[in-house]
């Protein structure tokens, strides 16, 4: 078939070991054309070749190709590859930490870099003629995925796309779009696996096949695949439902528990599908056991938390999966990757007992980890001796580590809200990992039998895709600016109406105009009905609607405002601030915090008579306001009664010293809705339908035609919003930049050039308060503090501990950058625009740690921050005030800036910048 290949694609096909499939010959003749191509496969599939190819013609051309991924160690991987291809000299790399050769025919980069370079009109685009978009699926992504559409649209139409995607269910959808917004671009699909896959269930110690009578093949779909369920595996599912059931009806022994029986099913391999099989859960070491005995190793093994991961290393201690030349070669990829580490950090990361392990061919992979800990672990699996790797699902979101087998152990994950089951996407994605082309002749997935498992459910994850790919595409004020600044108003909303998300959102206008015809037809029959003698019962019905709608709106806007008046006020509330509490008295702040993301405030307080409250917005009359401020030491502690009494004695002589007063806390009222309700009743009364008899009557007919109007104007409302949705929220945007002074008119201010360079969730707020010289006066320290609340977000925890500013200046910049914070969110909501999220200070003494030049272990010891996360807030910390540096232009804030980040780029996150 090879022979049959134009010349320029049989070279390149020949780089490869294994004769390339009609989808990825397909692709490649479509780039060949001059096309752009969107290819959308299964995850091991080969998509990347395709990307490959894209590189090979640039440089058969003469052209540059930028090849951009998701993830700075995908791009790390990507770069390695191409270089031990073309040659140091022609590849660079481009990611926020790592600048290498930048100007090379061939560059490496982040979308993100490659977004930034388009706004900046960088010269390193001139003669660009191939952009790979790996991993465009990400254009979902709730907070990065409007940077993937952004390049899309805003690339030259003189540059080839390559769109690299895991299979999706609306793909056609997506390349529609893809040929209307670009011009020539074809689609090509597969979901074909390369490489048959098997599906198991693990039960006890014996691994039984999900399918019954079914062997797939590398050319089956997963809809022509016999979805007959495994007989055995409904077996032990209804006598594990058995047992359940008669285990209730059993007399309870002492120990409450009931008769044991079978506890641990026959203790013997492939006895766990026994008649009376408990479906006992299978520990991690017997998995790693059934795996080896069964030569399907190398294995990732999925597990949706990250102590999960580094537990079961933990319990797999002492099992060793190598032979002597495995481990020796996984020990000396260690060693290689932590040379620049001294012995200080590396004991701090505990790398002796992580070594022992990865010697032993165990390992975990998660987002918690150094990336030189990833990096080990990506290239000692690829090599092969590292045989079971413990992992979040993170590992299945581009890094190239197929396995033999994969492994799940639970089909329920927790989202940050709920512990909810995996989706068959996810399913799809995570045991797309098994099976390595040109090694493997099939792949495994097994998922480990749990307690209540229904095996239809698990055949059903595995026979179906349906990912849909949906735009999370919205104007922010960075892209407002850049927008503004590169396009003009008229031209950047046009580029907004031909995002992805507008063209989803013109499919649904269709169906709502049908609905508003219907409408129509019905209200026009409902007016001919009612008539009064008297005169106009509409009328009179609209203006009783008209009052019911002022009271009803009157009485929600006071509750709103009253509402964002109390937690704006416990918002503002700093530890220490002595304030006036109902029914309480003068109490102290101890903590203030939030409930979750987007939760109400809340704050810890302490009265006179030692009464603790936690204070909510529901708790309180009126605001609370600070009238002075005392000091809370940092070891307070509620349990000592001497340092309770401290604080109460320091609030006494505070309230004698400023002779403080209760402060009104009075809400006004809204005199002039009360006056123009007034005037409505008035003309009620006067109206000649008042005076009907049937007024009630016609009352009732008119209200239903003022319910169809009100539909009526919804739905119009809704259809010419939702055809220009992206255009209104843009103008949004520009309504809160021209009232802070970013534009003056369709011109940017020398306001709105600054805010071009920050790239940031909370861009306004840091812009601002550059604007206002809440970062002035800081030494380099205390601005990484105050910075590390622009980007830190709180994982869920139930740590009781209540993180504070490190000292008093930071914490007075805090409070400043929180009230600018305060202003900005009420004019979005004047705005109608949704609220930023809130600062988190959470890693404010970490990152004021580690720039004064304290040791690793410290301050890991200090924050319980694992050492991958600490790294990556401390470089995103850095990446913030390289941009700051950037954006304010020569002066003491931005030596600052530098100085700043030059403090926190040392040690363990300076290895890892060269590692990730």
């Known amino acids: ?159 080839q796309i390559v769109a690299l995607s895991a299979t999706v269910s609306n793909v056609e959808d997506f390349g529609d779009w893809l040929s209307t917004v670009r011009g020539r671009f074809e689609v ?8 048959p896959l098997f599906q198991h269930v693990l039960v006890g110690r014996k691994l039984v096949d999900l399918f019954e009578g079914v062997a797939p093949t590398a050319r089956e779909l997963p809809s022509e695949r016999a979805a007959k369920v495994n007989s055995e595996l409904l077996r032990v599912s209804r006598n594990e439902a058995t047992r359940v059931r008669d285990d209730s ?136 001796a590292l045989k079971l790797v413990f992992a979040t699902e993170t590992l299945a979101l581009g890094i190239n580590m197929p396995a033999r087998t994969v492994v799940l152990e639970k089909l329920v994950k927790y989202n940050g809200e709920a512990h909810v089951d995996i989706t068959p996407g996810e399913y799809t994605q995570l045991t797309g990992r098994a099976g390595r082309r040109g090694i493997d002749v099939e792949g495994h997935a ?55 998300a507008q063209f989803q959102t013109d499919k649904s206008v269709v169906k709502a105009s049908r609905t508003e015809r219907t409408l129509q037809v019905d209200l026009a029959a409902a007016r001919e009905s009612l008539e009064c003698h008297l005169g106009d019962a509409l009328g009179y019905a609209r203006l009783r609607d008209e009052i019911t709608r002022l009271e009803s709106e009157s009485s929600r806007a006071r509750r709103a405002e009253r509402a964002d008046q109390l937690e704006s006020s416990i918002t503002a509330l700093m530890i220490g601030d002595i304030v006036h509490v109902p029914r309480q008295g003068w109490s102290v702040v101890l903590r203030v915090g939030q409930k979750q993301r987007g939760g109400q405030p809340w704050a810890q307080v302490i009265s006179a008579d030692h009464t603790v409250l936690k204070l909510e917005p529901h708790d309180l009359r009126g605001p609370l306001a600070s009238v002075g401020r005392v ?19 320091a609030m006494s002589d505070k309230l004698k010293q400023t002779d403080a007063q209760v402060p009104d806390t009075a809400f006004p009222s809204d005199d002039a809705v009360a006056g123009r309700i007034a005037e409505l009743r008035a003309e009620l009364r006067a109206h000649p339908v008042h005076a009907c008899p049937d007024r009630e009557s016609h009352a009732v007919e008119a209200a239903r035609i003022i319910r169809l109007e009100r539909e009526a104007r919804r739905l119009t409302a809704e259809t010419t919003g939702r055809a220009n949705s992206l255009a209104v929220q843009f103008d949004r945007v520009c309504a ?40 002035a006066d800081l030494d380099p320290a205390q601005l990484a503090a105050v910075l590390s609340t622009l980007v830190y977000e709180s994982r869920p925890s139930r740590d009781s501990s209540h993180p504070r500013m490190p000292d008093a200046a930071s914490e007075r910049a805090q409070s400043e950058l929180r009230m600018v914070w305060r202003e900005v969110g009420q004019l979005e909501r004047t705005h109608r625009r949704d609220r930023g999220r ?9 990152a004021w740690r580690w720039s004064n030049g304290q040791d690793l272990a410290k301050v890991l010891a200090t924050t319980g921050l694992a050492a991958g996360d600490f790294v990556r807030w401390v470089r995103q910390v850095i990446d913030l005030a390289g941009q700051l540096a950037t954006a304010v232009g ?16 040392r040690g363990v996150v300076a290895a890892d910048m060269s590692e990730d």
Not at 473 to 486: G, H, R
């Open 1 to 159: 078939m090879t022979e049959a290949l134009p010349e320029e694609l049989r070279e390149f096909a020949s780089l490869y070991p294994y004769e390339l499939d009609d989808y990825q010959i397909a692709a490649c003749h479509a780039l060949s054309g001059g096309n752009g191509v969107l290819v959308a496969a299964p995850t091991g599939a080969g998509k990347t070749v395709v990307g490959e190819f894209a590189v090979h013609l640039a440089v058969a051309a003469s052209r540059k190709c930028f090849y951009t991924t998701p993830i700075k160690a995908l791009s790390n991987q990507k770069y390695n590859d191409l270089v031990d291809r073309y040659g140091a000299d022609r590849v660079g790399l481009l990611t926020g930490d790592s600048s290498i050769n930048s100007e090379a025919q061939i560059v490496v980069m982040t979308t993100e870099v490659l977004r930034n370079m388009i706004y900046a009109g960088s010269p390193t685009l001139n003669n660009l003629g191939f952009v790979v978009l790996d991993e465009v699926h990400y254009l979902a992504d709730r907070f990065r995925g409007a940077v993937w559409e952004e390049v899309i649209l805003s690339l030259a139409e003189s540059v």
């Open 188 to 195: 090509v699909v597969s979901e074909r696996r390369p490489v």
């Open 249 to 384: 009806r059993s007399p309870r022994g002492r120990s409450g528990r009931g008769r044991q029986q079978h506890g641990r099913g026959s203790g013997q391999y492939g006895g766990a599908t026994h008649p009376r099989f408990a479906g006992r859960p299978t520990s991690r070491a017997e998995v790693a056991i059934v795996l080896e005995r069964a030569s399907l190793l190398p294995a990732i093994y999925f597990i949706f938390s990250r102590i999960g991961c580094d537990s079961a290393v933990r319990q797999l201690e002492g099992v060793t999966l190598t032979n002597r030349e495995e481990a020796e070669l996984l020990g000396r990829i260690a060693d290689r990757h932590v040379a620049g580490l001294g012995g200080a950090d590396l004991a701090a990361l505990d790398f002796e007992r992580f070594r022992d392990s990865l010697m032993g061919g165990v390992a975990a992979h998660h987002a918690g980890q150094l990336p030189a800990f990833k990096a080990i672990i990506e290239e000692g699996f690829v090599t092969g």
């Open 446 to 500: 097994v998922v480990a039998w749990q307690a209540g498992m229904d095996p239809r459910a698990v055949a059903g994850l595995a026979s179906r895709r349906t990912y849909p790919l949906r735009s999370s595409f919205a104007p922010t004020y960075n892209m407002a600016v850049n927008l503004m600044a590169t396009l003009g108003p008229t031209r950047a909303r046009d580029l907004l109406e031909q995002s992805f």
């Open 631 to 649: 000091r809370v030491p940092r070891d307070f502690s509620l349990r000592d009664r001497r340092s309770r009494r401290a604080v109460l004695v």
């Open 736 to 775: 809160v930049l021209a009232d802070l002074g970013y534009l003056d008119g369709d011109e940017l201010t020398d306001a709105g050039r600054m805010l071009r360079r920050i790239y940031n969730e909370l861009d306004l707020v840091a812009a601002e308060c550059v604007r206002r010289d809440v970062f």
């Open 838 to 846: 809130e600062p988190d200070i959470g890693f404010a003494e970490a």
């Open 890 to 905: 020569p002066g003491d804030l931005r030596r600052t800036c530098h100085l700043s980040a030059d403090s926190m780029r």
